[in-house]
T-cell receptor, first 115, second 113 residues
Framework: GAVVSQHPSRVICKSGTSVKIECRSL??????MFWYRQFPKKSLMLMAT?????????EQGVEKDKFLINHASLTLSTLTVTSAHPEDSSFYIC???????????FGPGTRLTVL | QQQVKQSPQSLIVQKGGISIINCAYE??????FPWYQQFPGKGPALLIA?????SEKKEGRFTISFNKSAKQFSLHIMDSQPGDSATYFC????????????FGQGTRLTINP
């Protein structure tokens, strides 16, 4: 079964609103989670590394004030897209590292559509 | 130096044939090389992974071949089936798990019945 879940699986929102996406590790405690963005027919683009109890590390070109990441517990990381615009529409995927196996597992993704 | 180059971009194979996808990297600090399978609208799923201390790893119909000196690795899918039709990504990282993955561009594989 799935070891990493995401909620919601898809969301449609109006331009200017904020959207929160949750990523949960179900079978293990993850000190590190990652957030990716994927455009149609493209590869995964790493947005940020989420560390439990500390600030996220953002990749170059990713606006940290627009994509707020919170990793409040060892099983939950959230990505909030603030003041969303149509160009933020994308497929957002998280991953979590199982420290016991040192393996990174991906969530099922969240399809965000901003109208 | 952080790039992982993947080829081909797309691949069509007849049912029962062998699918081969290749990746090349530059950063010799990479020491973990996973392959992921992704179906449309789904997240990537780990298929198989290898570390540079071995030259080949096989799991069922899936085999990774690794050439450390050439800094290349490849995925072979034996007896390819229509259900294998998906996008495949190679990746690399400096350390398993906790370190961020660098992904290849992806290969869209189609298995014709």
């Amino acid at each position: 079964g799935a070891v990493v879940s995401q909620h919601p699986s898809r969301v449609i929102c109006k331009s200017g609103t904020s959207v929160k996406i949750e990523c949960r590790s179900l079978d293990f405690q993850a000190t590190t989670m990652f957030w990716y963005r994927q455009f149609p027919k493209k590869s995964l683009m790493l947005m940020a590394t989420s560390n439990e109890g500390s600030k996220a590390t953002y990749e170059q070109g990713v606006e940290k004030d627009k994509f707020l990441i919170n990793h409040a517990s060892l099983t939950l990381s959230t990505l909030t897209v603030t003041s969303a615009h149509p160009e933020d529409s994308s497929f957002y995927i998280c991953s979590a590292t199982n420290p016991s196996t040192d393996t990174q597992y991906f969530g099922p993704g969240t399809r965000l559509t901003v109208l | 130096q952080q790039q992982v180059k993947q080829s081909p971009q797309s691949l069509i194979v007849q049912k029962g044939g062998i699918s081969i996808i290749n990746c090349a990297y530059e950063n010799t600090a990479f020491d973990y090389f996973p392959w992921y399978q992704q179906f449309p609208g789904k997240g990537p799923a780990l298929l198989i992974a290898i570390r540079p201390d071995v030259s080949e790893k096989k799991e069922g119909r899936f085999t990774i071949s690794f050439n450390k000196s050439a800094k290349q690795f490849s995925l072979h899918i034996m007896d390819s089936q229509p259900g294998d039709s998906a996008t495949y990504f190679c990746a690399a990282s400096k350390r398993r798990g906790a370190q961020k993955l660098v992904f290849g561009q992806g290969t869209r594989l189609t298995i014709n019945p």
